[in-house]
């Protein structure tokens, strides 16, 4: 596709449920990211892949949190026991380089009641 | 955490007036990017300015970077109703990913 595809747009999780959250970068981009943001916020850093390799989860709130990309390209954010203070909008990135422009997708909207 | 902070907070200008948002940010930094986002939208990049760049012009946008003061301004000249969005610097330093702000959330009023 011609940009970064996440799914679904919106999900709405009663609490303790697992969610799992998908992105598709742009084709060929080795860098993917994953951002939370909470309403009336900027983006908040969780964690980066560099092709199928997790080089950074600092930003991971709680052990609750996983990501993968197991091929490389694809990467799914899972959220497990789901928490009241988990909802925000979730947002994905891709870019050819971790120094260059990020293109970002549309986001989940992720609220658990 | 949160390396930038724009200021202001919230804007609100006329159609064809100006608007002027700073970020300003705490470590040294491989580049700085402004970011656009609309209301239950992604975020579209719209400028990066490298360190060692001073200004650096795209359309009707104008960034400049002041590394001395780690600060920068993007400037956005004859506003449109449709520039309203919110407004995000964000850095790069070494291997980091980007950084985000808090935003400036402009308005142009028609």
């Known amino acids: 596709g011609a940009g970064v595809s996440q799914s679904p747009r919106y999900k709405v999780a009663k609490r303790g449920q697992d969610v799992a959250l998908r992105c598709d970068p742009i084709?060929?981009?080795?860098?993917l990211f994953w951002y939370q943001q909470a309403l009336g916020q900027g983006p908040e850093f969780l964690t980066y892949f560099q092709n199928e390799a997790q080089l950074d989860k600092s930003g991971l709130p709680s052990d609750r949190f996983f990501a993968e990309r197991p091929e490389g390209s694809v990467s799914t954010l899972k959220i497990q026991r789901t928490q009241q203070e988990d909802s925000a909008v979730y947002l994905c990135?891709?870019?050819?380089?971790?120094?260059?422009?990020?293109?970002f997708g549309q986001g989940t909207r992720l609220t658990v009641v | 955490s949160q390396q930038g902070e724009e200021d202001p907070q919230a804007l609100s200008i006329q159609e064809g007036e100006n608007a002027t948002m700073n970020c300003s940010y705490k470590?040294?930094?491989?580049?700085l990017q402004w970011y656009r986002q609309n209301s239950g939208r992604g975020l579209v990049h719209l400028i990066l300015?490298?360190?060692?760049?001073r200004e650096k012009h795209s359309g009707r946008l104008r960034v400049t970077l002041d590394t001395s003061k780690k600060s920068s301004s993007l400037l956005i000249t004859a506003s449109r109703a449709a520039d309203t969005a919110s407004y995000f610097c964000?850095?790069?330093?070494?291997?980091?990913?980007?950084?985000f702000g808090k935003g400036t959330r402009l308005s142009v009023i028609a």
């Open positions: 990135a891709s870019s050819g380089g971790v120094n260059t422009e990020a293109f």
């Open positions: 084709s060929g981009h080795v860098s």
């Open positions: 964000a850095t790069h330093s070494g291997n980091t990913p980007l950084v």
């Open positions: 470590t040294s930094i491989n580049n």
């Open positions: 300015i490298r360190s060692n760049e």
